[in-house]
């Protein structure tokens, strides 16, 4: 009865334990979870921000850590906008920047955690701008009243009034640029630990010495600062400040450009005057070569700098290649703008690469480009300092040959239609003694194949015409100066005696028709016997 006794005690004691452990942890669990907001609650707690946590072991978590990190905080910092909230935010907040965006959109994807970034960094900052989103595709009609048109879309409302973002797309990008439009244009540094602090921060900024911030020389590196939308504009009367931003520094009313890459330091030496500095800027801002990236495309594409050069290869192989043609890029430096490209990015080097048909390369290429002429040229000697610099001088002085793309030149001896290509089209067309039919088409062309059937039909029906030729060439594969099509498939005929004016013939002829057509333009009695199918 005893030992019964004991054993009943020590289960009852045993189960009494396992119900204490169960609720204790029901209710950290109960603590941990989150709760839904309460939709009817006011703008400020929909806001839910919630500080706890976010500087706790940042240094022990790596790279995909600290981005979700950031995306966390930015669920609490940034604003979820539906169609209920989002006018009473712009109309209860003098400053709103409201990112329209939809889930299905990659854009979006990589904005996103850039935009949540900035909005720490503005708050920290003290800034009183709200940060809000809004799902565009879920709330179509709250989009259309702020006027989202596509995705990614960027708006600062201020008071009321929007205007569209014209920035670039990292976060200190967009850090800049809403600080500029929202009164801050400038940075007044007044000590060194500022001026310290201030170089950790920014890898690009522009620092200006004044004895005094007032007169003319200061009033136009305002008007800069305020015109200006990507570069940080710093500014201080301190001489011993100043020479901890730039080194170089020797006297007042000075302006600088500092970047934190080899070429670092350059001073400006005109008259201020706004659009002079911009120009400057202009001419500046980028590094000696510039990393081609989703969020640095648009910038680059659009540099006033039109002579472009660009590299693609892997990163390992560029390594070893940087050294020496950041030498070359700072001999042509505000000439010619420098461009890196992973060979091997989808969506920033295949396009470029398709243009020259080297789209599955994996060895280094070096490219450039005329935006003035939209002309583009290939590097086709060995990837050598003196090859490139003279590739360069060349292209600086226009005595480059614009590059056309050809694929190799195909055996035709036995082909009833002969394949042309960008490297036998002078002879075979242009200084070819012969009449010659070309069918001008694209593989992804819907209508050529009608086409191609036709001119297989005429080409057998003239199949012994000594002085008649049927090709065809392949234009999204192919190039010449003297072949401008636009639409296909296109059908030219190049008579014998004045190959620099072909005819078109109509694709939408039939086969009797276009016969028709090749006997009227051809001379000789053997001709005009062949004019039916």
Not at 303 to 310: C, T, Y
Not at 390 to 418: T, W
Not at 437 to 447: G, M, R, S
Request: charged share 25%; with cysteine.
């Amino acid at each position: 009865m005893i030992r019964r006794k004991s054993t009943s005690r020590f289960v009852f004691f045993i189960f009494t334990l396992f119900l204490l452990l169960s609720f204790t942890v029901s209710l950290i669990a109960a603590e941990d979870s989150p709760t839904e907001p309460d939709n009817d609650d006011e703008l400020e707690e929909l806001m839910a921000i919630d500080e706890q946590g976010d500087e706790e072991d940042q240094q022990q978590h790596g790279e995909q850590q600290k981005e979700a990190e950031v995306l966390s905080k930015a669920q609490r910092i940034v604003l979820e906008l539906n169609s209920e909230i989002a006018k009473r935010a712009i109309n209860e907040n003098e400053l709103v920047m409201i990112l329209g965006y939809a889930p299905w959109c990659p854009r979006s994807a990589e904005l996103m955690p850039q935009f949540a970034d900035a909005a720490n960094k503005l708050k920290e900052l003290g800034s009183s701008l709200l940060m809000a989103k809004l799902d565009a595709e879920r709330y179509p009609k709250a989009a259309s009243m702020l006027d989202i048109k596509g995705f990614p879309t960027l708006l600062l409302f201020t008071n009321g009034s929007s205007q569209v973002y014209t920035g670039g797309f990292s976060a200190e990008d967009i850090v800049i640029w809403t600080r500029k439009k929202t009164g801050v244009p400038v940075i007044r540094i007044k000590s060194v630990p500022e001026a310290e602090e201030l170089l950790k921060k920014y890898n690009t900024f522009v620092v200006g010495l004044f004895e005094k911030f007032e007169g003319h020389d200061y009033d136009e590196f305002v008007k800069a600062a305020v015109s200006d939308n990507e570069i940080q504009f710093v500014e201080t009367s301190d001489l011993v400040v100043a020479k901890v931003l730039f080194p170089e520094i020797k006297s007042t009313n000075f302006l600088g450009i500092v970047k934190s890459e080899p070429e670092r330091y350059t001073g400006y030496e005109g008259t201020f005057e706004a659009q002079k500095i911009l120009q400057f800027l202009d001419n500046n801002k980028f590094p000696l070569v510039t990393r081609l990236t989703e969020l640095n495309s648009g910038r680059v594409y659009s540099s006033p700098i039109k002579l472009q050069v660009i590299v693609f290869a892997e990163p390992d192989e560029f390594k070893n290649v940087v050294d020496s043609l950041q030498e070359v890029a700072r001999k042509f430096k505000t000439k010619i703008m420098f461009i890196y490209t992973d060979i091997a990015d989808e969506n920033l080097a295949k396009p470029f690469l398709t243009l020259f048909g080297l789209e599955d390369s994996q060895d280094t290429v070096v490219t450039a480009f005329d935006n003035r002429i939209n002309s583009k040229y290939l590097l086709e000697s060995d990837l050598t300092s003196s090859n490139i610099e003279n590739f360069c001088s060349r292209l600086l002085q226009g005595s480059l040959s614009p590059y056309y793309k050809s694929q190799p030149i195909p055996d035709n001896k036995e082909a009833s239609i002969q394949i042309i290509v960008g490297k036998t089209f002078d002879d075979l067309v242009l200084n070819s003694p012969k009449n010659v039919l070309l069918e001008v088409y694209t593989p992804w062309c819907i209508n050529c194949e009608t086409t191609s059937k036709q001119m297989e039909k005429l080409a057998k029906h003239f199949k012994g015409l000594d002085n008649l030729v049927f090709a065809k060439i392949d234009a999204s594969a192919n190039e010449h100066p003297k072949l401008q099509v636009e639409d296909y498939p296109k059908l030219l005929f190049y008579l014998a005696g004045d190959k620099a004016n072909p005819m078109k013939l109509s694709t939408k002829s039939s086969s009797k028709e276009l016969a028709a057509a090749i006997n009227k333009h051809l001379k000789g009695k053997e001709q005009a016997s062949k004019d039916e199918l």
